[in-house]
């Protein structure tokens, strides 16, 4: 970076007053980023007040409006819905109602509020922004204030932040409670399967989205549902017939059960609705089939939040302190918001603006236009469900004569089967021949390699582990054995999905093409391992179901106290020499610390951890955890530092460890990353398309080039194919890990919301950019 780092230490919010609000419909999360907001305000030295029942309370005033503490916030963050309350406000749509909110903060010298709400809450408080000084003048008219209050509190302030569990809020790639709402759906779906495949049922799901169709289409996409009603994309005339002849052509090929998915504001190209029972209904008359609904409600609301969304919101609240600290009375409203893995800040009117844009599309029948608005992320997950849904008749496919192995290699991480799926069926309809390799580059030297068909990969998301069989062993002493199978099955690209293991695989490979012809051949990368510790990408596959497991853990854990004497927790996770699982595990988790390899820790850090501890039991704050990677430090082990609190804290705490192991990589992949693995799997599949047809000549496929073995991975905001040859400056091979990690900037996060004194770079944030601006090829960080 060639700018100077920026920290906030300059930005005090002392004489500040902070208010805090949630609007509208519940989502998970949101009380993650009402402890961020409070306990960063407090961090800033400002006052920060609760707003309890959303605007209703700001109008009635009273003890609706209170300032509130550290401790207010504490153990919140694994609740769902909202702790402070949310209404619906009539008395705020009228001018006397606002007017009398006015007045009620005025009382309190708050002139900061940051909003958690959806589009109709942000547009309210942009509002009363506007309306602001005419209000104060005319409280100061009525008598109710005096004239120097009307100049001191001359500017209302005010942030946003997207609480909605449909995610259709334009400018954000993902609102707050999306994720959580996501696994609640996929949580139904994969008992369900059970069941119906037992009686070979079809099942007709309804999912919330009234004008937005995001919950549908990613939860379809991440169960390989059979199809999926949006509002934004009508079934063609017709619909009927292909969608019967799909079910009964599924059924013929043995598959037991169907699912099909439908958001509550379906339509028709005619914009009548398409409901649930309707779906069943034509099922059972034209086909006969057993056939049940289930629909999902308020359920999809509920629930602890996932950890996605504890990391989102807690970054998002943060974000919307600093924004408002920055405040001038020039700057318009913004929301703050995600793009790729970062925060943003946009002019809220204009995000409400397309928000609303899409909608009108979508009432006049521009059905392109209003997937186009819903932006990239939302055409490419529509793209990609279309692509492995149907399969064409095999008249239809071309035919390419070329032959693509898929392989996993390195420990089973969660995704891995999505990510095996999409690259059989995106191949096949490319027109490749797809073979599997059993048991990583061991089986390839041993020719277990079969060609496997699109029908093999049905229901394979929602699996965890690999079923391919993954091993750890490097083909550097197996390269003659492999070249001849390469040969033998004529393979002409390979597509390697695993952890650092498959990128040093792929280096090898590419450093052995000088002897071995056969590797001469287009290689891709898809990053996969719980430890996310591969170069060249942000984000890897598995990772974070692997944090949902520790989030989870840690809640029961914390919870296991409740009720005894004030108690910490040392909880040891894996993650090889990469912090990343206990970093991010302990900002989702409200820890207290986290100890990593990449920040070096001595005697004196722990005890200042301890003594700091030590003054928080002090409070009405009963329980502590503590987050340790397995290899941060070889000397001060999970024992150590257990035997040091347990000490330490005599007469204040008691201590218990916990060891979380391999429950770290099993389990059912999360909704991020059955999509994160089906969609980077859909798009290694098409470059490896794009080379071979670049690099087929006189008959063969000749690839010598660095940019012919690449590693697909999320940079920032965009998904990027980088050259492995040239990763290899990137990476710390005796540790294994990168040597730049994005995610370190975040540990002042979890610091400063553990009520640490601690450095922030905010150099990343404070521009305001516009949502036109975004990136057209942002992908996202979400799903």
Not at 237 to 243: K, T, V
Not at 361 to 366: F, K, L, P, S
Not at 662 to 684: C, E, L, V, Y
Request: aromatic share 8%; net charge neutral.
């Amino acid at each position: 970076m060639d700018h100077q780092p920026k920290f906030f230490e300059n930005l005090s919010g002392a004489g500040k007053a902070i208010a805090v609000l949630t609007s509208g419909g519940d989502a998970q999360g949101m009380n993650a980023a009402v402890r961020a907001v409070v306990r960063m305000g407090i961090y800033v030295n400002a006052k920060v007040y609760f707003i309890y029942e959303g605007y209703q309370g700001m109008v009635d005033g009273g003890d609706n409006i209170v300032e509130v503490s550290w401790e207010s916030v504490s153990s919140i963050l694994q609740v769902g819905g909202t702790v402070i309350g949310s209404a619906r406000c009539k008395s705020f749509r009228t001018r006397e109602g606002r007017l009398q909110a006015a007045f009620n903060l005025v009382q309190r010298g708050i002139t900061n509020l940051c909003v958690i709400g959806g589009d109709g809450s942000l547009t309210g408080a942009n509002l009363f922004r506007e309306e602001w000084s005419g209000l104060l003048e005319e409280l100061a008219q009525k008598g109710k204030i005096d004239a120097e209050a009307v100049k001191k509190y001359a500017y209302l302030n005010i942030v946003g932040m997207v609480g909605s569990i449909d995610n259709d809020f334009c400018g954000t790639d993902m609102t707050i409670g999306t994720d959580s709402a996501l696994h609640r759906i996929i949580e139904v779906v994969d008992a369900i399967m059970t069941t119906a495949q037992s009686h070979q049922r079809t099942f007709v799901l309804e999912v919330m989205g009234r004008h937005c169709g995001y919950l549908a289409l990613v939860s379809a996409l991440a169960c390989g549902a059979d199809w999926v009603f949006i509002p934004e994309y009508p079934p063609e005339e017709g619909w009927e017939d292909s969608m019967c002849v799909k079910l009964s052509e599924n059924r013929a090929r043995k598959k037991r059960l169907n699912i099909i998915i439908v958001a509550e504001g379906a339509i028709d190209c005619h914009n009548k609705p398409i409901t649930s029972e309707k779906v069943k209904d034509l099922v059972v008359q034209r086909l006969g089939f057993d056939t049940r609904v289930t629909i999902l409600g308020h359920v999809q609301r509920g629930g602890t939040p996932s950890a996605f969304d504890r990391i989102l919101a807690s970054r998002m609240g943060v974000e919307a302190v600093l924004a408002l600290l920055e405040a001038t009375p020039d700057t318009p409203a913004c929301v703050v918001s995600l793009s790729g893995n970062q925060a943003v800040r946009l002019p809220l009117m204009e995000c409400v603006q397309m928000t609303q844009e899409v909608q009108k599309a979508m009432d006049e029948g521009r059905f392109l236009e209003a997937v186009r608005l819903r932006g990239r992320s939302f055409e490419n997950n529509l793209n990609t469900y279309k692509l492995l849904s149907h399969k064409k008749p095999d008249a239809e496919l071309p035919k390419t004569n070329f032959n693509v192995a898929v392989l996993n290699v390195g420990a089973p991480a969660a995704g891995m089967n999505a990510a095996v799926r999409a690259a059989v069926r995106v191949g096949m309809t490319e027109g490749h021949k797809i073979f599997a390799v059993i048991d990583g580059f061991e089986g390839f030297a041993r020719g277990k390699i079969k060609e496997i068909s699109w029908g093999d990969v049905g229901g394979w998301t929602g699996q965890g582990g690999s079923i391919l069989g993954t091993k750890r062993t490097l083909p550097a002493k197996y390269l003659e054995k492999i070249a001849d199978q390469m040969r033998t099955n004529n393979i002409n690209a390979l597509m390697v999905i695993g952890g650092f293991e498959a990128f040093e695989s792929c280096l090898q490979l590419h450093e052995a093409r000088a002897n071995f012809e056969e590797f001469r051949v287009p290689m891709c990368v898809l990053p996969a391992t719980i430890s996310n510790n591969v170069p060249g990408t942000d984000y890897c596959l598995g990772t974070d179901t692997a944090l949902n497991a520790i989030v989870e853990t840690c809640d029961r854990i914390k919870q296991s106290a409740s009720g005894t004497k004030r108690r910490v927790f040392i909880i040891e996770t894996m993650g090889g020499y990469c912090g990343y699982l206990a970093n991010m595990g302990a900002l989702a988790a409200g820890a207290d610390a986290a100890y990593i390899f990449e920040e070096q820790f001595d005697i004196r850090e722990l005890q200042a951890n301890v003594e700091h501890l030590t003054e928080k039991m002090k409070t009405s704050i009963q329980r502590g955890l503590v987050l340790r990677n397995e290899n941060c430090n070889e000397n001060y082990t999970t024992d150590f530092i257990y035997q040091l609190y347990s000490e330490e804290g005599k007469g204040v705490f008691d201590c218990r460890k916990n060891v979380l192991g391999h429950m770290q990589q099993g389990g059912a992949p999360s909704p991020f990353d059955r999509n994160f693995g089906t969609k980077i799997s859909a798009k290694a599949m098409q470059w490896i398309s794009k080379k071979l047809k670049e690099t087929y000549r006189k008959g063969k496929v000749f690839a010598n080039t660095d940019d012919s073995v690449c590693l697909l991975g999320m940079r920032r905001r965009n998904l990027v194919f980088q050259p492995v040859a040239e990763l290899k400056s990137e990476t710390d091979f005796v540790h294994r890990i990168p040597k730049e990690q994005w995610w370190l900037k975040l540990r002042p996060l979890m610091k400063i919301l553990a009520k640490y004194k601690t450095s922030y770079d905010v150099s990343d944030s404070g521009q305001l950019e516009h949502v036109a601006m975004l990136p057209k090829e942002a992908e996202t960080g979400a799903i």
